[in-house]
């Protein structure tokens, strides 16, 4: 034991069972009771402190103490070599779903003026660099975990996003040194920052009542994947969409809506419909179908509307939505229909035509060869679903 100072303070250093015979090792270190792992003491601390008490042992397999790597001594010559470089990766995230992700990785590499060119710093002055980082996404902080690599030369970064809109969000990743650090160890480099692009994907979603060999599978499937439809939850947590249910005129408003992007919308101080109101389910959709151009409702007579919501939609309906969605193209109808139960007569001929001549829609075909297109039938969700995705394609092209 060793004691030293004066009436303003004094320390005491006290290793039971040291012997100048006998090599000793650490097994613990406290200052003033407290446990102390760190291999260094900052004198500041020693200069407040009473007592510092080592436990010694003689074996030096039984012990671990000073061996981790936040506990071993700063280098005061790391701004001179320590040469940080910050990559990041393309993220993909599920919408609503909390999604572990991999954003990129912080290399080390010795900056020495000496060193020929950048060389990897070895395995111990990595792991003797532990950092710190966070990804701010729209305002929000997202802790981000480091994690060293096996040959020690860089530190992996991962994150679990929880993000509740599809799209593409921008996030940014800051990477800064961690750890305690005495007063005469500078910071080993600067914090560095980058940006993050994040691509956020609708969840895939399963329907209980769509087989995977049922007709419009396939469509069924892109609808939910673009996140245009989610169905009903069951109260067991499955889904279904009902695709033999005829799909109704709010709900037919809220997939165009959706399609189109979600477009903002500019609510007016009154509803252009008399039967909907803002408390309607679909309101905002509504709107936004109304102010597009792409539905007008029924006159009253008075110079009101109404938007029928929860009537089915007709088949000929459908196909004068889809053609006002595509901006009204230029398109000459057939002098002889396409369908024997559409004539030139028939109310929205030319958007039948049209989606005819797109090849959204084909119609059933007979034995004969010839073709109905059962303009005034409702369409189920599993036929719309499939005019959706075809529209798309066409698009697309």
Do not use: C
């Not at 009473?50 to 981790?68: M, P």
Request: hydrophobic fraction near 40%; glycine fraction near 8%.
């Amino acid at each position: 034991m060793v004691s030293f100072g004066d009436d303003s303070g004094h320390l005491t250093i006290a290793a039971e069972g040291a012997t100048e015979r006998t090599p000793s090792y650490i097994a613990s270190v406290a200052l003033d009771g407290e446990d102390h792992s760190a291999t260094w003491v900052d004198v500041e601390d020693l200069r407040a402190a009473g007592d510092l008490t080592f436990d010694l042992v003689q074996d030096r397999t039984t012990t671990s103490w000073g061996k981790a790597e936040a506990d071993r001594l700063p280098s005061v010559a790391w701004p001179d070599r320590v040469a940080p470089e910050l990559t990041t990766v393309e993220v993909a995230a599920t919408a609503g779903v909390a999604s572990p992700v991999t954003l990129g990785s912080l290399a080390l590499t010795d900056d020495r003026p000496d060193a020929p060119g950048d060389v990897p710093v070895d395995e111990l002055l990595a792991r003797d660099v532990p950092v710190s980082a966070s990804l701010e996404i729209d305002g929000a902080t997202v802790p981000v975990e480091a994690t060293a690599t096996d040959d020690g030369t860089a530190w992996e970064l991962a994150a679990v996003l929880d993000l509740p809109e599809t799209g593409t969000v921008t996030g940014t990743l800051t990477v800064a040194p961690a750890g305690e650090r005495p007063r005469f160890a500078p910071e080993p480099f600067a914090p560095v920052t980058a940006e993050v692009t994040v691509q956020v994907r609708q969840v895939p979603l399963e329907f209980v009542d769509v087989a995977p060999d049922q007709q419009f599978a396939a469509d069924i499937a892109w609808l939910a994947e673009r996140g245009i439809t989610t169905g009903w939850e069951n109260p067991d947590g499955t889904r279904e969409f009902r695709p033999l249910t005829p799909i109704a005129r709010d709900a037919m408003a809220a997939f165009l809506y959706r399609l189109a992007g979600r477009p903002e919308v500019a609510l007016p101080p009154a509803s252009p419909f008399t039967d909907v109101t803002p408390e309607n389910q679909f309101y905002t959709e509504i709107v936004w179908l109304s102010q597009a151009g792409i539905s007008t409702g029924w006159g009253s007579g008075d110079g009101t509307a109404e938007f029928r919501p929860l009537e089915p939609i007709g088949r000929d309906a459908m196909a004068a939505f889809l053609y006002r969605m595509a901006q009204e193209p230029d398109t000459t109808p057939p002098a002889v229909s396409p369908f024997t139960d559409v004539t030139p007569q028939t109310q929205f001929y030319r958007e039948i035509t049209w989606l005819h001549g797109t090849e959204i829609a084909t119609g059933w075909v007979g034995n004969d060869g010839t073709a109905l297109y059962r303009p005034t039938s409702p369409i189920n969700r599993d036929a719309m679903a499939a005019f959706l995705h075809r529209f798309d394609e066409r698009e697309q092209r």
